[in-house]
């Protein structure tokens, strides 16, 4: 708290503000501007506050803790800790014992530092009690000597070691005391009690985020107001949430740490539960933009000219889609179903029956590649038809007027389709389920129905909690005659065979992919990724398959450049596809028959199952290798799994099970949401605040809007915004 600074109120009473002395000052000059503004409701600090307007955090802070997702004072006091350590036990000095860990407190006596022949120093004090005396060392903190004078009082923590005749402490935590702090239990945050540990990020320690928060938790008690009825925190056993946030930092023991986690959750799950539920209603209200009208005759022309039997789960979910075009409220269907499974044709269908109604639509993809690919699919399908197909480029300039279909990315087609001129619009593959897409399509005045088609399995509690906004369609049915794809963990010393083998399968004119590994956890394709991937290319290329036609394929390709190395992949004119995990999105290239994936334990199941449905689209006998970069990881009996599980939906499953919520989408790069404190996993949990949320939608707007408040603590606030 010595950090913290002092200044006088209006009253002449000294006070601690944890605002920066700038900050302060700003408002000060504008308090002696304007007299009628009082001191106290500009030095308000709220949980709306941006962390750099903090006390002892400048840009170079502020831009570490937005890597924390942390950007206002509310997100720091939301910011959970890794875990607890225990330096309660506070001991006179004689009586600590080698090996224990605990905390001392007494008078510096000597401090000093010591300088090393390599520059180095290291730092020496000794501290004293009536019962003895004791030293410590810290490495390379020249500062501390400064900070623990002889004279100051000081409380250490950490594990005591036996040093000759006595026991010393090296780099124990430290923490300065006044001497009514010696008197006083519980005033320290950093030593004699349970300490946070938060999780590391370069430049941002623990202790400076305990210094943070501590001075904040008191000012920010009586905005903390707890929003929930009691009947709830009753029923639930819910600690009240000021007193859940202090605990969640300062527990005095673990078992009120684990209840602050428990009001948390709870907090979380009903924030969420609220969000889907009020997206919901929002999207209930909405206008459809262009009614269809479609004619059966028509419709089944289409559906005989198409070039297989349709499966069972294909016929079921087109019944769902038609059904829902046929209405006069938006359709907001989302469709699942594992790689593979043939959603490509029911977009089809959708987008023929909105042309037999005279209507265009839309159909966006994630990346180029895919949206390319999707073109072909849809030429072949519907320009029979006389359909008029455009694929939307960014090289393109001029408007497109007349078409009945565009094919685009997501981010292209966004100027489009805001003309509201489709009467549908079907979003591919967005590992985002296209929250964003659809909140912007939501805004619009006159709403079109919306596909959303998905490769990504979700547990069914996911299913039901994030996405309690859609209407599910389910493909749980492959088309007919696929092999099932081997899939082998493949150990160090046996790479070399793997590549003679991978040889062999290239001699019988097959092609194969090798998927680089995830280096960054991040929304969009890195640097870091792409320069991994090429220098693995030219590994590849130079030592290992000199003879063979290699390609690479990455996200920051032009996209002439990418459509040319599928094209040529597809044509069979190289044998090896090199790519950075992009390729995972849907590409159907029925001769590759050996997906190869380097760094395997980074990825989740679910998206190592995506990945592996690159290949196995044709009849040939296809198969999985699995690199693992580190083979002595856990990780590998994980991997195992892949070799037996049958569906996207069981590794999903794995996934929420194994590895939390954060990763069911493969990596965090995919999550949706990412959860603190609850988990996906408690059934209850969903089920309880899924109720709630509907009660307070229902019947409490009063609720709703103490909520509403609240939700600054939130994530999803900009998912609750009243629209
Ligand atoms: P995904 O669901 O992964 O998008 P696609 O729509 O790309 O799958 O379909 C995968 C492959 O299966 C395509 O080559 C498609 O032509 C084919 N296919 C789809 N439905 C059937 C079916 N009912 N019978 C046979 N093949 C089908
Ligand atoms: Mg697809």
Redesign the pocket.
């Known amino acids: 708290m010595s950090e913290t600074c002092s200044r006088k109120t209006a009253h002449g009473v000294p006070f601690l503000s944890p605002l920066s002395l700038g900050t302060q000052r700003k408002l000060h000059r504008v308090w002696t501007s304007k007299e009628r503004v009082s001191y106290n409701l500009l030095m308000k600090l709220t949980l709306k506050t941006p962390v750099r307007a903090l006390h002892m955090v400048g840009p170079t802070y502020a831009g570490r803790l937005n890597k924390l997702d942390i950007d206002s004072v509310g997100d720091l006091l939301m910011h959970p800790p890794r875990r607890y350590e225990d330096y309660s036990r506070v001991s006179p000095i004689g009586s600590v014992q080698n090996g224990e860990v605990v905390t001392i407190r007494g008078q510096v006596k000597t401090s000093r530092n010591v300088f090393t022949r390599s520059h180095k120093t290291i730092q020496k004090i000794v501290i004293t009690d009536q019962t003895g005396t004791l030293k410590a060392t810290w490495f390379n903190q020249p500062y501390i000597p400064n900070t623990l004078k002889p004279g100051s009082w000081v409380s250490l923590a950490g594990t005591a070691q036996q040093f000759g005749k006595g026991v010393q402490f090296t780099s124990p935590e430290y923490e300065k005391l006044s001497s009514t702090d010696m008197r006083e239990k519980g005033t320290t945050i950093h030593t004699g009690r349970l300490v946070p540990v938060y999780p590391e990020t370069k430049g941002v320690s623990s202790k400076w985020i305990r210094s943070r928060i501590a001075p904040l938790l008191p000012l920010l008690a009586s905005e903390l107001e707890e929003w929930l009825p009691e009947s709830i925190l009753k029923q639930e056993s819910l600690v009240p949430l000021p007193k859940a946030i202090v605990s969640l930092h300062f527990p005095s023991a673990l078992s009120e740490a684990k209840k602050a986690w428990g009001r948390l959750a709870f907090e979380e799950m009903v924030n969420i539960q609220l969000a889907v539920q009020n997206r919901r209603k929002s999207w209930d209200r909405r206008k459809l933009g262009k009614k269809l009208v479609i004619e059966d005759s028509k419709l089944n022309v289409f559906l005989s000219s198409?070039?297989?039997?349709?499966?069972q789960a294909?016929r079921r979910v087109t019944q769902e889609v038609l059904g829902d075009l046929g209405q006069d409220k938006p359709m907001n269907r989302l469709l699942q179903?594992?790689?593979?499974?043939?959603?490509?044709?029911?977009?089809a269908i959708a987008i023929y029956a909105a042309f037999i109604s005279g209507e265009k639509s839309a159909l966006m993809a994630p990346t180029e590649i895919l949206a390319m690919?999707h073109l072909e699919?849809i030429k072949k399908l519907l320009a029979p038809f006389g359909m008029r197909i455009a694929m939307v480029t960014s090289s393109m300039k001029e408007n497109l007027t007349k078409y009945d279909v565009a094919i685009g990315t997501h981010a292209l087609l966004y100027k489009t389709v805001e003309t509201g001129s489709h009467a549908l619009v079907v979003i591919?593959?967005q590992h985002r389920f296209g929250v964003e897409q659809r909140a912007l399509l939501i805004k619009k005045s006159r709403t079109p129905h919306i596909l959303t088609?998905t490769?990504t399995p979700i547990p069914r509690t996911v299913a039901l909690t994030l996405y309690g906004d859609l209407d599910l369609s389910i493909?749980d049915e492959m088309?007919?005659?696929r092999v099932r794809i081997k899939t082998w963990v493949i150990p160090p010393h046996k790479r070399e065979s793997a590549y003679r083998w991978m040889r062999e399968r290239i001699k019988l004119g097959e092609q194969a992919f090798i998927v680089c590994p995830l280096i960054e956890e991040s929304t969009n394709e890195t640097m870091l990724q792409v320069r991994a991937a090429t220098e693995e290319f030219d590994r590849l290329k130079d030592k290992v398959f000199p003879d063979l036609a290699l390609s690479l394929l990455h996200g920051r390709l032009s996209s002439r450049k990418k459509e040319e190395e599928i094209q040529k992949f597809r044509k069979g004119k190289t044998n090896i596809l090199v790519t950075t995990p992009v390729v995972e999105v849907?590409i159907?290239i029925?001769n590759a028959t050996v997906m190869m994936i380097e760094g395997a334990e980074r990825f989740g199941l679910a998206q190592l199952h995506q990945l592996r449905?690159r290949v196995g689209?044709g009849i040939k006998e296809s198969y999985c290798l699995l690199f693992p970069s580190n083979p002595k990881t856990q990780g590998l009996s994980r991997l195992r799994i892949l070799g037996t599980a049958k569906s996207g939906g069981q590794l999903a499953e794995f996934d929420l099970k194994l590895r939390g919520p954060g990763e069911i989408y493969g990596t965090k790069q995919h999550g949706y949401v990412n959860l603190k404190y609850a988990e996906l996993s408690d059934t209850r949990l969903i089920a309880t605040t899924q109720r709630l949320a509907r009660e307070i939608l229902e019947e409490n707007s009063k609720l709703l809007k103490l909520q509403s408040v609240r939700t600054k603590l939130s994530t999803l606030e900009k998912d609750i915004e009243p629209n």
């Open positions: 198409l070039p297989f039997r349709l499966t294909q179903g594992d790689v593979g499974s043939g959603k490509t044709v029911i977009a690919q699919t591919d593959e088609m490769a493909l088309p007919p005659g849907g159907d029925t449905g689209r």
